[in-house]
């Protein structure tokens, strides 16, 4: 599965005198919402609606007198397209951005999306802070695709992508997780020693390399170099940023580290044959270890979780993160109350909850710390990496009109052809200039 697809306990010291505001708020909020319905439509996919439920539950214990209708399916956004095209859209969306009917795009670009903003603007609701201060540092600005500045969508789980590795065989061998590339092919070497191979990926579902390759534009270029492929700049796709990080696919395909047969396989098998110690590497998120729980493994297999490394010591790293999103309609009929049940999701007991019935991480900055009791140590990990200086990111296309050109695809599909020395990084270049090219015209 391609998903385009992050407990801390109350503290004990917690007085009376902060309780009274929250309180307070409480009773003007009944005030103001009693008698009021809610109509919440959730998507139900590999998770169970058991969250959706208990939160509901909670939220209609603390705000007396409302009611909240929910509707939930994994194909819920084709359950309301006809409802939002007549405009009587529920009141509260959840959804990841890829689902596949393109429906919250489409409501994007038609500015049929609340801007959300002010909401994070709005003091949270159980702190004397911005709303917007307890999410993770900067994932809020991922959440303003139009480029306009507005926020459309509001970040509710979030995990990261990066390199899955056997911890425990490293341990055992003695051998250095690679923190530069130049250490990374080192143990190219090393592991034919041993009878592995470097690195494998997803085969026919090559786009798991985002595990990888954009954080690597970033450590050597920035984010500005980021921007330019976004934004599909002229000569943006020819910078040294990205070409060093094509190459490095270049330099596993020349110097035979790539585990054989991995460009035919699916993620499954590539997933499973790195499991059993054929390769050391494969660029993944930590939904690998639920996705992958039946599967044979190597003796004492522990997953351990890999930041991408950075080209020289002292660059800055980075880590690509995915979030799936909130999302309020311009038209819903009880606007301040979706507001209200959205910044709800943000109060850490309702984070508690959501790890408990989910395990899940919320977007908080203590997030993982919340959902630790819930969670296992590779996801833990794989987040706690952000207190640490790793930079998280999310790459974002500009939107452009509907049109049938696939960057990705020239981006992802064409790593097959560098693995099997049928093109050559400088083909590659070529190929993205001439399809960002045309998304530029096509936007002008």
Known sequence: MYVILLALLVLAACSKTQDQPDQAGTRQMKKDFA??????????????????????????????GIKVN???????MEILKPQIVTGNPPDFIYVPQSESTQTIKAMMEDKLLLDLTEVFEDQALDEDIPLKSKLIDGILEYAKPMGDGKMYYAPLHTSSLGLIYNKNLFEEKGWKVPETWDEFMELGEIAKEDGRSLFTYQGIYAGYNESVFWPAVASQGGMEAIRKTEHYEPGAFKTEAVRRTMELYEEIARKGYLMPGTVALNHIQAQADFLQGKALFIPCGTWIENEMKD??????????????????????????????????????KNIELAKEFLKYQYKEDVARLNAEKTKNIVALKNGAEIAKPYISSVFYDSMKIMEHGVIPIIHQWRMTPRTTMNINDDLWDTIGHIMDGTATVEQWQEKLEKTSAALRELSS
Do not use: C, H
């Open 70 to 76: 929910l509707i939930s399916s994994p194909k819920i």
């Open 35 to 64: 008698k009021k319905e809610l109509n919440v439509a959730v998507f139900e996919g590999g998770q169970s609606k058991d969250y959706w439920i208990a939160v509901i539950q909670k939220f209609e214990n603390d705000y007396p």
């Open 295 to 332: 599967s044979p493994r190597e003796n004492g297999f522990e997953f351990g979780f890999l930041p991408p490394p950075v080209f020289e010591k002292g660059d800055k790293p980075y880590v690509t993160i995915f979030f799936d999103s909130m999302y309020i309609p311009a038209k819903a």
